[in-house]
């Protein structure tokens, strides 16, 4: 019975990490994601600790999920998990193949890695702003016409979000938009107090806001246009105003 219970979990131990991935554990994690890329693995998330990351990777062919442990910039583990793990609800086929257009699952990604994985999903580089610490970007795909914003700090993805059309079609600044639109293009420099002043005389009303390093980002939010956007300010003056997402402003 003792060789029984050895042999059982042995064959269990095996499993845990798949046989096509047994030879990246103490890989770097560049040429460890190559080799994902090529045998068909996407990568969906990770998540940092005090000594390592967990990044999850996902093989829709197959419905493996993976989780890789990373430490000092070499993989330390590589086993399987519950699709639930990278983001896929194990149900229908469909289920592991309809998350082409999420993107959730690339904030706090490496900027690198997030770019990697939106041209995989037909998207394209349009523009990129930078204000301080952080930098938008617009990724446009024609087939869905499918406009994002993603904001990275500290080259990593820290929101993407879905924007107008126009955001990415257009040569002009996040904040123009239509005829209905109230332009805030000329507060971009005064003085913070001044600008929140004249925001509120133009509609908008204020919704929240955090701040990161030395700068403070606000949300506003103007319920006759339907408008919300985000003010940057710095050493007191304003230094962006982005168009941002509606559940911004919620």
Do not use: H
């Amino acid at each position: 019975m003792i060789s029984a219970v050895l042999i059982g979990a042995g064959s269990v131990s095996a499993q845990d990490t798949p046989s096509d991935l047994q030879n990246l554990v103490g890989a770097r994690a560049s040429s460890g994601e190559a080799t994902l890329k090529r045998l068909g693995y996407r990568f969906i998330k990770t998540t940092e600790g005090d000594d390592r990351k967990w990044s999850n990777w996902w093989r829709a062919s197959s419905k493996t999920c993976v989780t890789i442990a990373t430490v000092e910039g070499r993989y330390d583990s590589i086993v399987t998990g519950p699709a639930a793990d990278c983001n896929q609800d194990g149900g229908s086929g469909a289920s592991s193949t309809g998350g082409s257009d999420q993107f959730e699952d690339l904030v706090g990604a490496r900027a690198s890695s997030g770019e990697m994985e939106l041209r995989n999903r037909g998207f394209r580089n349009v523009k990129t702003v930078k204000q301080d610490e952080t930098s938008y970007s617009n990724w446009w795909k024609s087939s869905s016409q499918t406009c994002l914003t993603v904001a990275t700090i500290n080259g990593k993805y820290d929101s993407i979000t879905k924007g107008p059309a126009a955001d990415c079609t257009s040569g002009g600044a996040s904040t123009s938009g239509g005829s209905t639109q109230v332009d805030l293009s000329d507060l971009v420099g005064s003085r913070a107090a001044g600008a929140e002043t004249e925001m509120q005389a133009r509609g908008f009303r204020n919704v929240k806001g955090r701040k990161l390093g030395s700068t403070s980002y606000t949300y506003w939010k103007n319920d006759d246009t339907g408008q919300c956007v985000q003010v940057s300010v710095r050493n007191g003056k304003v230094g962006t105003i982005l168009r941002s997402n509606a559940n911004n402003c919620k």
